[in-house]
């Protein structure tokens, strides 16, 4: 019965999408006061009823994998009665059609607080339902016809298939939520944008009604990637963070230009510069979410996030993406002349440096979408096999992103319009200084790949010095408020992961070796002694762990327990490493092949300054939170100017 | 500024940080072994996705690593190695993209896409100058 109501009410979604749509696009031309206010109230009511159908779909669906209906094709597929109620709940969006359902689920909740925003005028905020409205319906569609997660299975299998051990874990658990609330919140950025071109209302107000939208956005993206880094890293078994994966990829490229939207944004926002610019990054951000759903979901890539591979979700998508960015283009190229841009600054401004920003940040995207896509086109029309892997990125991206960290810190300290160099330099002289430290520091111990660290924590110094330069100026002014932190946090985050990153990939040590019960194993300052594998029994594996106990200076500190799990119901079987930390530094062990006679491969990493790679991401996600928040007080929201 | 507490963290830190590296495989000089595991780095695994050779579990990338050892221990270069392996299995196996007029757009795509940038904004700078310039 639940499958039965989860589909009657995508049915009535679609309606209300429909509705939704069609009323908000009307009321944008709408010739009268009372029949724009009129056209605009069906156009909130019908958001508000898309959202509580969706949620109701989605509910049904939860049930459905709570309670182990496996009469339900895709609960039968990938859940299963053993799996603890955290995998249960989590498996709604670990298969493809129910990570759709999830992925609308986001759409909604964006729709109906499009609809409760006060900002932006009631011109504005009508077209921006519509053309949410519209997209709503073409992802209803889209899984009503290719990906329906409510499908009857007769006979009804006694058992279910389970869902893939890799994706039972916590951090995936939260993963996908995180990373779509950041994808299909771009997608109300999006709307405002398409808004703004549709009602010629071009000027602060589409900005500013659309920036606490892509600053959440934002923020889960970062978060998303955040997370999904971890999670490669202490899962995959060796030690890595990032991959240039075209799926991770997928991710940072709508990240790269969201952050770029989000500093265009300020001067957009505050003296309605760069207008077509905005406008078209908005536009961009969105387009790069949509590509990234296509080529995770249609299974151009084979990999663990394409659960199934079905070529009619991949034309179909790709019909999307075309209409959605060829009609968003086209709309822009149609708008954009009339588009009045008449600011006056100085070279020596901010304005400059949010420009410069763009800049190596459009370039950055520029160049993973290259790496990204190219491989896939080339195989396709010619036939040649080639692989982008990470020496691509490192002579293409790096540079282009080191000449951007190089300049943040100029950013906050020159004024709008006409700023002062000289002053900036002097003011910004403690960062250098703290640059400068770094490498000496670096050369002075004798650090491994000297150059290259002190080359990576000079310019971390030099962001981290400047983000504190950054908080003294702010605290000095008289207008502080937690807004002000939002530069301060975000570019000291930067700061923290490169230290991590740079870490991490110089001075990474690695051992590994077969052992035999008593025999060790020696990484960095660290002897791991190994005890013998004994089996155990999880929830819904069965386990081979190792227990290594920690030696340092023949005293021992610590005992892991690195397994190997086997899944029956999955037929699968995945490495569970073990990590010791101590926030500054891991001591990552995975266990590896049992080579008989009680003897393992055993695989050891000590990787320094890991941690920080995390913890700068969360940092920049508290950035954003800030500059969020800033946003959101209640005489921010009275300031919100009428029609 | 960096108090003496941290500084002394970063200083156990760097003196923890040695680049050992032991395997049961390893050729018997470290200097050999050193550029079979660089090279192995630089070759992708053809079987699992995005990994190189160094990280895999799989037994292709097993075999392909032992085949790198067996020709360093003959003494065959570096490259002699890469391209045996290109004309087995194609460019694919190579984690660096090939430079040849196929690729140009790959490799040079990133700095147009900069330049083009660059020169963009140089212009509406230049101009936003002139009229700042014009109010005063």
Redesign the interface.
């Given at each position: 019965m639940t499958g039965e109501i989860g589909q009657l009410a995508l049915c009535l979604a679609l309606a209300l999408a429909l509705v939704q749509a069609g009323a908000g696009l009307w009321g944008a031309r709408a010739d009268t006061g009372a029949a724009l206010d009129l056209s605009r109230q069906v156009a909130r009511m019908s958001a508000f009823g898309f959202f509580a159908f969706i949620a109701l779909a989605f509910g049904a669906l939860t049930f459905g994998f709570v309670t182990s209906d496996f009469s339900i094709l895709t609960v039968a597929e990938n859940s299963h009665t053993l799996k603890p109620l955290i995998y249960k709940i989590s498996g709604v969006w670990g298969n493809h059609e129910g990570s759709m359902l999830l992925w609308v689920l986001v759409l909604a909740i964006y729709s109906a607080l499009m609809a409760i925003a006060v900002r932006g005028g009631a011109r504005l905020t009508s077209a921006a339902l519509g053309v949410e409205g519209l997209l709503a319906a073409a992802f209803v569609l889209f899984i009503l016809f290719t990906s329906d997660p409510f499908r009857r299975l007769d006979p009804m299998p006694f058992q279910g298939a389970g869902l893939n051990p890799l994706l039972q874990d916590p951090g995936l658990a939260m993963h996908p939520p995180m990373l779509y609330l950041g994808y299909v919140g771009l997608s109300a950025t999006f709307a405002y944008a398409a808004a703004a071109l549709i009602t010629q209302e071009t000027g602060s107000h589409w900005a500013r009604a659309a920036r606490p939208f892509m600053l959440v956005a934002w923020i889960a993206l970062t978060l998303g990637i955040t997370l999904g880094s971890w999670w490669a890293y202490y899962v995959l078994?060796?030690g890595?963070f990032w991959?240039?994966?075209?799926v991770e990829n997928a991710a940072l490229m709508p990240w790269l230009v969201a952050t770029a939207l989000i500093h265009s944004t300020l001067a957009t926002e505050r003296t309605g510069a760069f207008r077509s610019w905005t406008l078209l990054l908005a536009i961009a951000a969105f387009s790069l979410s949509l590509v990234g759903t296509f080529l995770v979901r249609s299974g151009v890539?084979?990999?663990v996030h394409s659960f199934a591979n079905d070529p009619e979700r991949g034309e179909y998508i790709l019909v999307l993406l075309g209409l959605a960015i060829g009609g968003a283009l086209a709309l822009f190229a149609w708008r954009a002349p009339g588009i009045e841009e008449?600011?006056?600054?100085?070279?020596a401004s901010r304005?400059?440096l949010l420009?410069?920003n763009?800049?190596?940040l459009?370039?950055?995207a520029?160049?993973v979408f290259?790496?990204t896509l190219?491989?896939l086109l080339?195989d396709a029309l010619?036939g040649?096999?080639?692989?982008?892997?990470?020496?691509?990125f490192a002579v293409?991206?790096a540079p282009?992103f080191i000449a951007l960290l190089l300049l943040v810190p100029f950013g906050p300290r020159l004024a709008w319009?006409?700023g002062d160099l000289l002053g900036s330099l002097k003011l910004l002289a403690?960062g250098a200084?703290?640059a400068l430290?770094?490498a000496i520091?670096i050369f002075a111990?004798q650090?491994?790949h000297a150059v290259a660290a002190a080359g990576a924590f000079a310019l971390a110094g030099w962001l981290i010095g400047a983000s504190v330069v950054d908080f003294r100026e702010r605290w000095k002014s008289r207008a502080i408020g937690v807004q002000s932190f939002a530069s301060v946090l975000a570019h000291a985050g930067l700061g923290v992961t490169l230290l991590g990153i740079a870490?991490t990939t110089l001075?990474?040590?690695?051992?590994?070796?077969?052992l035999a019960p008593g025999q060790s194993?020696?990484?960095?300052?660290y002897q791991l002694r190994f005890d013998g594998v004994a089996p155990r029994e999880g929830p819904n594996y069965f386990a081979d762990r190792a227990t290594l106990d920690v030696m340092r200076n023949g005293r021992q500190i610590a005992t892991i327990t690195p397994e190997k799990r086997s899944y029956p119901a999955e037929g699968q079987a995945i490495t569970d490493t073990s990590i010791r930390t101590n926030g500054?530094?891991d001591l990552y062990v995975a266990l590896?092949?049992d080579r008989g006679g009680g003897r393992w491969?055993v695989r050891a990493y000590?990787n320094?300054?890991a941690p920080f790679i995390w913890f700068g991401g969360a940092i920049m996600a508290l950035g954003g939170l800030a500059s969020l928040w800033g946003r959101l007080r209640p005489n921010a929201l009275r300031a919100a100017p009428a029609e | 500024?960096?108090r003496p507490a941290i500084?002394a963290?970063?200083?156990v830190?760097?003196?923890?940080?040695?680049?050992?590296?032991?395997?049961?495989d390893a050729l018997a000089d470290p200097k050999l072994e050193a550029r079979a595991v660089e090279l192995q780095k630089?070759l992708?695994c053809l079987v699992c996705?995005?990994?190189?050779l160094d990280?895999s579990?799989a037994p292709l990338a097993a075999d392909l690593r032992h085949f790198i050892r067996v020709r360093i221990a003959h003494g065959e270069t570096d490259d002699q190695i890469k391209q045996e392996l290109v004309a087995r299995y194609?460019?694919?196996?190579?984690?660096?993209?090939?430079l040849d007029p196929?690729?140009y757009?790959?490799?040079f795509?990133?700095?147009l896409?900069?330049i083009l940038?660059?020169s963009v904004?140089a212009v509406?700078?230049a101009r936003?100058?002139n009229?700042?310039r014009?109010?005063n």
């Open positions: 078994g060796w890595g991959f240039w994966d075209p890539l084979a990999s008449g600011t006056s600054f100085e070279p304005e400059t420009l410069l763009n800049v190596f459009t370039a950055a520029a160049t290259l790496g190219y491989p080339l010619t040649t096999r080639i692989s982008v892997g990470p020496p691509y293409t991206f282009i319009r006409k403690p200084g703290l430290l770094a520091v111990i650090a491994p870490g001075w990474r040590s690695e051992a590994l070796d077969v194993l020696q990484v960095a300052a500054f530094s590896g092949d491969t000590f320094p300054l | 500024m960096m500084l963290a970063f200083l830190l760097f003196a923890q940080a040695s680049l050992a590296q032991t395997r049961p630089e992708r996705q995005g990994q190189s990280t579990d194609g460019d694919v196996i190579l984690m660096e993209p090939p196929q690729t757009l790959l490799w795509g990133p700095f896409v900069l940038c660059g904004v509406v700078v936003a100058r009229r700042s014009h109010q």
